[in-house]
């Protein structure tokens, strides 16, 4: 079994050539191995759990203000005069902090409204029917409280299906459910059930009501101003990503290590963050510079629009990536236009970003949309003049030799992935149009103010693209 | 103010045509407006309601089992038997219930192992705390206690933010600072700690195990199984859309009308659905065709490989509705190679949800990705008999006019289409490719069955492609 050669000894782990030892000493072995894998395992949990919290410390301050929030509900145990107002009933208020607090105040309000309306809706409901109940006497009473309860808790757990119904009451169906159960079966045993409620009710007040004003007074983070940022955010990344696929695409080989093209990749996956982000940006009263009423859902037409022309950028960078290359003489000959229109695609998109971000309308977008459009007609220009030289089709007529001297022949599979890029880059002209325009929605729609200082034109520059 | 011209009357509801009558029965009017609108509103609701319960009977049944469990549990409340060995702890029987019921099995025993092991972890922590507290003395009693819950709930809430965590454990942590502030805050008055702990245990114990067997006797929902369906399903979805897309480019114009093609925007958007059905199948006990340790993280590889690829066919389908058309002559040229190339294609993952629905490894599957590389090399060889026909490159010297009867002349612009059509239909293969080799690690890695009867080659199909 055993030989010398040296691809023997390349593919066998090493201790397999040391004798083995007693079978304790072994067992010995493998727990020392075990604990200082758990221990390594350990440690790159810590390591990621601190890069998390150096990245973004505003969740190491979440845990400590469910913390404080948590101390200060608990209060109501410690203190004598507290403890008699509310009684043992203080531990819904340490349930509702633990369960309602949530990173945004946004979705700390939507947990906390829909906690107190659905304990406070279900709790009313039980105690009509059980009264009703209580009427039909002693035979029917746990009939009637058993059906209400299967047939109500069945319909509320199928209202959880409805999209309009999931996005806003989700967690306050739950409630409803948890609520009615425990008023209607609880009811038959404990006979003060208005004063439970009672309770319950004033429990849940205090829960809420400190859970909000934690998340609101100390280092709030606001649904909304969290989706305008990533939004803005979004549009940086989009035009970081054209400029750099397309100078990757023209750069000389050995320089390709550049991966600063990679941010259109989170656009492409932000659907899901943007439209929960929007939903509990609805419930946040006006903050900062964001009224009350404002235009979320058109941040979510905004978002759609980016992940389209996000998904061309991405063809375009696969595309980019393979091995199929264009002649130099045609690269070269394309550069310029490229460039040239990628990047007032890219200062369009940086615009819009700037416009996003500083809330203004800004004078320069239309004029930078114009050069892109001029770009895309200088681009096609380029492109009528190279089209003189026509390509002949003569189908089975291949004869004469045109091919002389003077003349550079490129064949017509070369011109394949100039034509591509072409291509795809004024189809991404066309989406940062729908930007522009969802953009301008939005823009009319929160009504930004508009720019003070008008922008004054480069007469160089617009003589450029005549 | 008043006009007759026609224009007017095109812009003024009808009813400011009308007297208006006095206050009493306009605020009647207006009251039923909004009556009628409110009853519109909710009758639009209610046929929503139905549309899902018709298109997914399997949600009515979820909520008919909600209804069920809970009325199982609240049997607890009603038998006086079952009552006295319960008492009033019944109460966290009903909640456990309520809250850890979901929709599919793997999510259901999730909840319920968070909900039991966090509860008993957070108990013994917390009573090991109380014991402690208890012996520095009345004075540092309530300091220790309230420190503790606060640096606990901060760290634990802290941890919710890491990705493992999250995804796994984050609703146990939740309950764990529930629970361990319930018992180290209300341990300070509660004597009969360990007693409470107990019954909160056995009260769990009872809602879990409802909770696991309704939902998974009675009509189970698995995860692991619709996030098998999904995946084939979506595999079907880009087959169709790819085919759709081609057959569309080359129709004629009037026949454009049909959109089957757009199943590719269902795979768009499921990363989150997949990465959540994963999460979930994770927990649940072999089912079905599926074991312990089904290979559910190699199904969102396919998923992402999907992806990929519906990324470059939303490309695709944007090109072919724009308005660039290449000219008939070059299309009805190349109509052939690029449906035969999409087709193939097509064929491919056609084969590839075949092998996942089934799960058994086919043997058509290499033969079909064969076929596809034998159709991109026909389809490059075409292009390459047309490049016979060199482009010249003529810089300057665009003299001596070549084109004469005998050829037909085409544009260089004109070849554009048809070129990124090209591009992107042999990019799409390439994203093919990978998807193959995701679905046959799946299928190594989930030990799919080998098909029974060889595939028998068809001859007069391989001769077409030699």
Redesign the interface.
Same mark, same amino acid.
């Given at each position: 079994m055993v030989s010398n050669g040296p691809e023997w000894k390349v593919n066998v782990p090493e201790d397999t050539l040391v004798i083995e030892p007693a079978l304790p000493k072994r067992m010995c072995i493998q727990l020392q191995e075990q604990i200082l894998k758990s221990l390594m395992n350990i440690a790159a949990?810590l390591v990621?759990?601190r890069n998390? @919290?150096t990245s973004d410390p505003r969740? /190491?301050i979440? =845990? /400590?203000k469910? =913390?404080?929030a948590?101390?200060l509900v608990?209060l109501f +145990? +410690?203190m004598k005069p507290l403890?008699d107002g509310v009684g =043992?009933n203080a531990?819904w208020a340490?349930?509702t902090v /633990?369960?309602a607090f949530e990173y945004s105040v946004g979705a700390t309000i939507a947990k906390s409204f829909n906690r107190a309306s659905a304990t406070f809706l279900a709790g009313s409901i039980g105690v009509g029917v059980h009264w009703v109940a209580n009427q039909c006497g002693e035979q029917l009473e746990?009939v009637i409280?058993?059906a209400s309860?299967?047939?109500l $808790?069945?319909?509320?757990?199928? %209202?959880r299906?409805?999209p309009?119904v999931k996005a806003r009451f989700d967690y306050g169906v739950?409630i409803f459910?948890?609520t009615f159960?425990?008023v209607s079966? %609880?009811g038959?045993?404990v006979d003060k059930l208005l004063e439970l409620a009672r309770n319950r009710v004033s429990t849940i007040a205090i829960g809420t009501s400190i859970c909000i004003f934690t998340s609101m007074l100390f280092y709030p983070v606001w649904a909304g101003k969290e989706l305008h940022n990533l939004i803005y955010k979004n549009l940086e990344r989009l035009a970081d990503s054209l400029d750099g696929c397309v100078t990757e695409y023209f750069k000389d080989n050995e320089e390709r290590v550049n991966r600063k093209h990679e941010g259109y990749k989170f656009v492409?996956?932000s659907?899901?963050g943007e439209e929960a982000m929007a939903n509990m940006a609805r419930w946040e009263p006006a903050h900062g510079r964001f009224k009350f009423r404002h235009p979320w859902k058109q941040y979510l037409k905004v978002g759609a629009s980016m992940r389209?022309c996000a +998904?061309?950028i991405?063809?375009l960078s =696969?595309?980019i990536n393979?091995e199929?290359e264009a002649p130099e003489?045609?690269k070269k000959?394309m550069k310029e236009v490229c460039m040239t229109l990628s990047s007032a695609s890219s200062n369009v998109l940086k615009e819009l970003a700037a416009t996003t971000k500083t809330m203004t309308k800004s004078t320069k977008t239309r004029f930078f949309v114009q050069e892109m459009n001029f770009a895309v007609q200088s681009f096609?220009s380029v492109?009528?003049a190279?089209?003189?030289?026509?390509?002949?089709?003569?189908?089975h007529? $291949?004869g004469e030799e045109?091919?002389s001297k003077?003349?550079?022949?490129?064949?017509?599979?070369?011109?394949?992935?100039i034509?591509?890029l @072409?291509?795809?880059l004024?189809?991404i002209t066309?989406?940062v149009e729908n930007i522009v325009v969802e953009v301008e929605n939005m823009a009319a729609q929160a009504e930004f103010e508009v720019e003070n200082k008008p922008f004054k034109y480069d007469q160089d520059q617009v003589i450029i693209h005549p």
């Open positions: 949990f990621k759990a998390i @919290a969740k /190491v979440h =845990g /400590v469910v =913390g404080m948590l101390s608990s +145990y +410690y403890y =043992g531990m340490v349930i /633990v369960v746990p409280l058993q309860v299967t047939i $808790a069945a319909a509320a757990t199928f %209202s299906f409805i309009s739950m459910i948890l159960s425990f079966v %609880s038959y045993r492409l996956n659907k899901a389209s +998904y061309c991405e063809t =696969g595309f393979s199929v003489l045609l000959h096609k492109f009528e190279l089209s003189k030289q026509t390509l002949l089709l003569t189908e007529e $291949a045109k091919t003077e003349t550079q022949t490129v064949p017509i599979m070369a011109i394949f992935p034509a591509t @072409a291509t795809l004024i189809e066309e989406r």
